[in-house]
């Protein structure tokens, strides 16, 4: 919910209609054809609910399903996590060294690679997946000395390799962002991509004032679920510093 908590920063005034895959999650340790697969069932769900621009809030997704959705709903304008992204990571970096944790699914995707690459050849990328953290975060260790633990172990080649840019390329990872800074040091710069994502979109819709028309406005926001969230009230709390109410039901099952 971390791209939700920019979105409401940079557009206030545009209403959400979010929906949380929980029943078949992490999405980070499934195959292609799955994330595919979902991803355009999520997508055709939310249409139908009148959405009238697609934010796919998961870098997994992003990976495997972005050309996918963007070649069956093409003209539905769709924000992904990577390519309205990896333009700014280029330019980020001195000494051309990236460092970039996510998710099994996405490291294996190499989708951050090829398309940083693509913008400059010259770029040495460093990936490192890192299965722990999705759940870790889930279940509300965002800091203390078991999630420094596992990031410290996480981080270790990366931090070696000396990088000057760190991407959190998962949408759990900026609930760590805190923990990560101090790890790696005050010289590499933390990367949330979801800002930028965000940053994107208002840009988009100031230049685009047809479709800016056509969403709604006010704070009518909606949460859906498809299983009921773990630990819903205290990630909540640390992404908008209040609870939300959210709507159960999985509409793929049955």
């Known amino acids: 919910m971390t791209i939700v908590k920019e979105i409401f920063k940079y557009l206030p005034e545009y209403q959400i209609i979010y929906f949380g895959d929980t029943a078949r999650l ?7 054809d799955f994330v595919k697969r979902y991803s355009g069932k999520i997508t055709g769900w939310l249409l139908n609910k009148k959405a009238e621009i697609i934010v796919i809030a998961c870098h997994t997704s992003s990976a495997w399903a972005f050309e996918f959705l963007k070649n069956k709903y093409n003209n539905i304008p769709i924000f992904d996590m990577i390519n309205f ?19 099994p ?7 951050w690679s090829k398309k940083l690459k693509k913008i400059d050849p010259s770029l040495k990328i460093y990936l490192q997946s890192c299965p722990l953290l999705v759940p870790m975060v889930e279940m509300g260790f965002t800091k203390g000395q078991v999630t420094k633990k596992v990031l410290e172990e996480y981080l270790k080649d990366i931090k070696k390799n000396n990088v000057d840019v ?7 990872y900026p609930l760590l ?11 590499v710069k ?21 479709i800016a028309k056509k969403i709604k406005k006010g704070a009518n926001h909606q949460f859906f679920f498809s299983d009921e969230p773990y630990n819903l009230e205290k990630i909540s ?3 908008f510093n209040k609870k939300i109410k959210p709507v159960v039901k999985d509409p793929f099952n049955g």
């Not at 992490?26 to 292609?32: D, L």
């Not at 699914?105 to 989708?111: D, F, V, W, Y």
């Not at 760190?166 to 759990?172: D, E, N, R």
């Open 26 to 32: 992490p999405y980070g340790t499934k195959g292609a």
């Open 85 to 103: 992204t990896a333009q700014e990571i280029a330019l980020s970096t001195k000494n051309k060294k990236v460092g970039i944790i996510g998710t």
């Open 105 to 111: 699914g996405t490291i294996k995707s190499n989708a």
């Open 166 to 172: 760190l991407v959190l390329a998962c949408t759990h």
């Open 177 to 187: 962002e805190k923990v990560i800074k101090k790890i790696m040091g005050p010289e």
């Open 190 to 210: 933390i990367i949330n991509p979801a800002v930028i994502v965000a940053k994107a979109i208002r840009k988009f819709l100031d230049n685009n004032p047809k």
């Open 237 to 239: 709390r640390l992404c």
